[in-house]
């Protein structure tokens, strides 16, 4: 990543590129699809998908709750989506199915999460997360939550070597997301025990679909003909 140290690159709503520099949203690409049920049901709805509509709900959580910025809140009990895998994580973390959740955050990358709050406030603000740059003020809230960032001073968002470390922390029940076919079929073969959750799925290939069907234990659909596909009887 060149330019500003301080660089996020997201895909969000619809899988529209989004760059997040200083704090500023400086880009934002087209969608792969027109709406999402999901979107208008936002905080600051979106609808239809447009890269004008994206930018300003972004911006609003960059307001809300310090999305890309030394701000940003870690924490949170909130429900943001009933289906989503920050709550289905959640809840296996509350009921002791899972003791720690492999997951992603803008600003730490890869982070070893322990508490259903420390996902939530994590994983239920933030998906897609492509590529991020170290911002101190987020690693140490994580890890004064009780989170692992295996990656301080890069930022680095490598989901096999996170499960890894927190396998090797002492954790044995671990949840982690996906979002390439080949980390999960990296992390299957040497973490079998592992519960792996496929993401961000919207605009993947059939070859992707399978490869995730065939790897993980949960798939999420987003806006799949794909995965739909695969998954149906």
Known sequence: MTGS??????EAIGRCRIVVRDGVVVEVGPPLIRECPLARRFARPVHPITPEAVKANIEHRIRAFGMCSADRQVLSSGEYVGFGASELISYGLSAALFDAAVIACEGAGTVIAPTPGLVQGIGGRMSGLVRTTPIPGVIASIELNGGIVPFRDTAALDQPEGVGVAFASGYSRVAVTVALPADAREIREAFPPAFIIAVHTTGITPAEASE????????TACASRAVREVAAP
């Open 212 to 219: 995730f069907a065939d790897t993980c234990d949960i798939v």
């Open 5 to 10: 140290p301080d660089t996020h690159e997201i």
